[in-house]
Each structure stands twice: as C-alpha cells, then as structure tokens.
C-alpha cells in the first residue's frame, strides 16, 4: 500500500520498489539508492516544518495563557478595588446587553448578575428623569456618540426593580480588545447616600449659619480667617469678599493681640475657652464690645484645623444695664428723699425683697435678714391685724392694686402710721410678683 506524502498543497508518492531492502534477497534494487536518499530528505524536511509549527503554537498558547492570567489579575484587582470603595461595576458587549455585575451593582439595581444578563443596560440600570429616547439605543452607540470618558461623571438617582432609589455617581467607558477594536461598555455606580446626606446637614448648617444675628468667624490655627457670615458683615462692616483670607489680626486692637494668640494657642491644644467679653475692631478702628464663645473645628480625622468664632454685640446691652442703673440711682435717691421704702415680694413662696428705708418704716436702723407677708402682719396693731389680711387677700382675688393704711408697732413698743401700696406684676421667669412701696405718714387722731 502507498502513503501519500503532502506539505502544503503538494501530494508526493514514493517510486515503486523503493521502500527498503528487499527482505527475501537483500539486495539493493535498480535505482534504490538515489530515491532513498531523496525520501529521507523530504521527511527531514517535513519533520523540521512540523517541529517548527509545534514551537509556534506552543509559543501562541503560552502568549494567551499569560493573557488570560493578565485579564484575570486585572478583573480581580478591580473586583476588590470596587468591593473597597463600595462601588457597582456592569459591563456590556457589544450590542450594549449585561454581561456582568458585581455585588454593589445588583444591590442597588435590584438584578442579580444571572438574571439580568442578555439584557439592555438601560433596562437594568433604571435612572429617575432619564431622556426617554436612551432606553431604545446601544448604550454603545450613545457611549461613542458622546465621547464619555471615565473622568465624567454624573449625579443620578438609580431606581431598583424593587422600587427603592439610591443617589449614584456613575462613570462609565467604552471597553476595547488588545487591538482596539470597542468591546462593549464599563459603567462604575458609586452610591452617594452618605455624600448627599453630608452635603445636605452641609448646606443646613451653612444656611442656620448665615441667618444667625451673632457673627460667625471661621479661622485657621495661622489665624486666617475662612467664614464670614452676614451678622459678622453688619457687626463689623467687611463683606466676605473683603474679609475671607486676610488675617484676623484686622479685628483686633493692638493690647489685645496677646489675648487672641492665647485663644488660638488653647485651642490647638484641645483646651476649653470660657465665653468672655472682649474689644474688637469694626472698619475704620471703632471699637466694638463683644462677648465672644469660640470652639474648636476639626477634620475627618478628629483634628483640631482652626476655630469657629462667634461674637455678639453687647455695646447696646452694656449701654441699656448702665440706663438701667442709672435709672434705679436715680430712682432710690428719690425714695430717700422722700423717705419711701420699696419691696418685692413673691407671691409663691412669700419672701419678700425691700430697701433698708422699707425696714425703717417698721422701726429698724438695718435691713433684716428675712421678711414676708406673715412678718408684715405681725407687725400690725392687733386692733386692724385682720382687717388688713383680708384687704391683702381681696387684692389678690381681685387682681387689683393694694392700697392701705394702718398702725404699726415698732422694736420699742411704740405705735407708727403707714401706708402700703402693692401692684400685682406677670413676668416671664416670675409669673406671680407684687410690687410696692411703703412710707410713714402723720398720726391719725
């Protein structure tokens, strides 16, 4: 039988007779020798093709290998950069339906990975307020259409098969081969619940800020000043614009600027600053009375960055306690002179508060250490004791004013015209007070 010899295209056939020695004779037949020697020849050089092939392929099959290990390495190198980050990953082929997904991805579309592959992107990943017209179209095409890259990123709100919604970040890019050629698109889904609620208490905080009427200062440990809110702007006349960046040094007259490196000195270590009433400077180097409360602001970390000032304007409350004051000056002086006592009594627990002249009308040269409506009545000449309570009691029920006249009896046993007056007061803090006065007049006949 006769084996065709092929390489390429070629088929060879061995010449008749000249397949080896003849076994019966062994002798060498016409023209052996010669076709032998080119038979081998052609199987060397078919044997050197074949060898060379087998080193190709082996060659192509470790090149892939090492591919295929690559691609893996890679996949899971993202798989736990994603996992880290809490972030979804879905990926398309070509014609824009899931391939894959992973953990993060299926919790917040509400798809597991075997369900929803071979289906469209856009039906997996559904987003409130999405242009209609996208649902239709290769989320290929719309990737290559638009240029995106995975440096653009978009605030979306995901909506889960499920109904629930998550706030996402997405940052998606086309997928391509080792030749370039577009494979399909990855779409990394970041979920920003925690970012939006931050930003959210952010913009709060930033609004109770700015509507507050005691100035609000943000300052850095350097003394930079970085918040400015708009009471600080009325208190001390700089805008933000003018105020942000410049030194907090401008607010401060010059004996105290130790007083304010202490403040900061404090601070940085984590010491408490009691609230105090300080001097500061509004434009134009007027001075400005302030109580101050400052407190530490820190970092993601926890560490003390700078300090949140507030001041508020005390100027009209110091000038309205120095009217106040003068006012009550004036007004004792008056009692004096005519020799009126005045009183404040509380009609919840009985005590009363009074002037020494008050005390001199019931015969004391010093202000006793207790006083009350019962002491008041014990004073009274026993003849008109009753007839006064009842006076008392009838004003309360009434809710009028007091007005009364009697003997009383001094230290001495001596007996002593007065005259009491009492005006019942509701106020915040004391709902129930009764204010009066008291004075000596001439002895009844």
Known sequence: MRLPLT??????????????????????????????????????????????????????????LTAEEHRSELEQNLALTLASIDAGMITTDLAGLVVRMNAVAERITGWTQQEACGYSYWDIFVCADRTAGLTGRNVVQVMLEHGFTMEDAHRVVAVSRHGPTTPVEVKAALTRTGDGAVRGVLAILKDVTAVVRAEEDARRLAAIVESSTDAIVGKTLD????????????????????????????????????????????????????????????????????????????????????????????????????????????LKFALDVARIGDWDLDLRSGTMQRSIRHDACFGYRELQREWSIATFLAHVHA???????????????RSQDWDVECRVVWPDDSLHWIRIQGSRRYEVGNPDRMLGIVAEVKARS
Not at 39 to 60: K, Y
Not at 254 to 267: G, K, S, T
Not at 386 to 397: G, I, K, Q
């Open 383 to 397: 003849d008109e004791r009753d007839v006064v309570a009842l006076s008392f009691r009838e004003a309360l029920r």
């Open 7 to 64: 390489r390429g295209c070629a088929t060879f056939e061995p010449v008749a007779g000249t397949v080896g020695l003849d076994a019966g004779m062994g002798k060498r037949l016409p023209g052996e020798g010669e076709s032998r020697l080119d038979l081998l020849s052609l199987l060397g050089r078919n044997v050197g093709d074949l060898q060379e092939a087998l080193g190709a392929l082996e060659v192509e099959a470790g090149r892939r």
């Open 223 to 330: 003394g930079r000043i970085t918040t400015w809110n708009h009471a600080a702007a009325e208190l001390f006349g700089y805008t933000a614009e003018e105020a942000i960046g410049q030194s907090v040094r401008m607010l401060l007259p010059a004996d105290r600027l130790e007083e304010e490196m202490d403040i900061i000195a404090r601070i940085a270590g984590g010491r408490v600053v009691p609230a105090f009433d300080t001097v500061r400077l509004a434009r134009g180097g007027r001075p400005v009375d302030v109580s101050v409360t400052i407190s530490p602001i820190r970092d993601g970390a926890g560490r003390i960055v700078g300090a949140a000032k507030i001041a508020r304007d005390i100027g009209v409350q110091r000038r309205t306690f120095a009217a106040l004051r003068e006012s009550e000056a004036r």
